[in-house]
């Protein structure tokens, strides 16, 4: 069994800051890509961020340069740090992971519960 737990997520007033966490546990061999997608109410599941295993990464549209992702390979987590929030901002974060079980050797995407994001004007 593999497990990614987020953490870190709040209210926060437009303009602020919040530190995200999500950390993966259970039978892991390798991690590979880990990332970190938003879905507000009625809206689809978006991209935010993505770090691959090399440490390059790839942000979505609406985050510009307010976001920085990075990750804790010796912990097997990885972080967003926000600033600048918009109340667009606002929803469900959720931790991605690229990661090979020592289970069964398989290589599979891993999703966190969420965590919520409350962005107030």
């Known amino acids: 069994q593999v497990q990614l737990v987020e953490s870190g997520g709040g209210l926060v007033q437009a303009g602020g800051s919040l530190k995200l966490s999500c950390a993966a546990s259970?039978?892991?061999?390798?991690?590979?890509?880990m990332g970190w997608y938003r879905q507000a109410r009625g809206n689809e599941r978006e991209l935010v961020a993505t770090i691959s295993s090399d440490y390059s990464s790839t942000y979505g549209d609406s985050v510009e340069d307010r976001f920085s992702i990075s990750r804790d390979d010796a912990k097997n987590v990885v972080y967003l740090e926000m600033s600048s929030l918009r109340r667009e901002g606002t929803g469900v974060y959720y931790c991605?992971?690229?990661?090979?079980?020592?289970?069964?050797?398989?290589?599979?995407?891993?999703w966190g519960e969420g965590t919520q994001v409350t962005v107030s004007s």
């Open positions: 991605n992971a690229r990661i090979r079980s020592t289970a069964n050797g398989e290589t599979m995407d891993y």
């Open positions: 259970g039978n892991i061999f390798s991690v590979h890509n």
